[in-house]
């Protein structure tokens, strides 16, 4: 919850049905007090009710919008109770600064502002699947740019015969095929070290970049893999026992993210345009 160091007053008694006002805004209705709309300077609502804004048009009775109707009922409770309050999984910090701009509601956006500048933390989890002689690797990661670093590191190896098919001879000569891991979706991959079967003359290894290692035991792989998100920046923060059954463990990590500062540009009109840009780091 955020709040605003400025009083709320409300008035008592009956209200006059000329100071309801509804609004669609993108095809969801609000109705609410014309008080309400005209909290703070500059009024943009206010001039939408004197009929001075030309992005507002009354519509069978209703002040019309083109908007995002969600995000302007977070709006339309903080003119009503002057706090921010945001579901627990709200993420749509930008889109409705965005509105907020549009609104000209300049104490919401510094609200807005003080949230996307607080770090974050990256989140980050490995699954790992023992088994008998082969050995499963699942990562999944918040950030897709942390999953593309990780599978440039990692190089699966593949044992292949370097003599052709027909040879007679019944120890060929074996090379390995460098292989990337999976990628299932942007935000997770996957690769197995180890074999099949004791008899399984085909052995995948695993490389993690700069180590020049190739690691077919899934405990040493693991154990590489660690080292290399805690030299990241990673923290390991948890572990657990997805099931005991298919011996699969689960090793979740946090990195904190740097902070990000929002340029505001109020050369454009009626819209303001909201530029993210990396925080200067500190020399």
Known sequence: MYCINEPLTCSKGRINSQELVTLNVGGKILTT????LKQFPPPRLARMLDGRDQEFRMVDGHF???RDGVLFSFIL???RTHQLLLPTDFSD???LQREAVFYELDSLVDLINQELLQPKPELLEVHFFIGTLKFFFRVFGSCSKTIEMLTGKITVFIEQPSAPTWST???PQMTLLPLPPQRP???????????????DSQIRYVSIKPDNRKLANGTNVLGLLIDTLLKE????V?????SSEDKTECYSFERMKSPHALTVSKTLKPETTIMLEQAQKKK
């Open 185 to 199: 979706s942007c935000h997770d991959l996957v690769f197995q070290c180890g074999s099949d079967s004791a008899t």
């Open 233 to 236: 920046g990673f923290h390991l």
């Open 33 to 36: 007090r014309s008080s309400t």
């Open 64 to 66: 019309f919008v083109d």
């Open 169 to 171: 001879d019944p120890f």
């Open 238 to 242: 948890s572990t657990r026992t997805v």
């Open 93 to 95: 910090y930008l889109r």
């Open 77 to 79: 409770d903080f003119l």
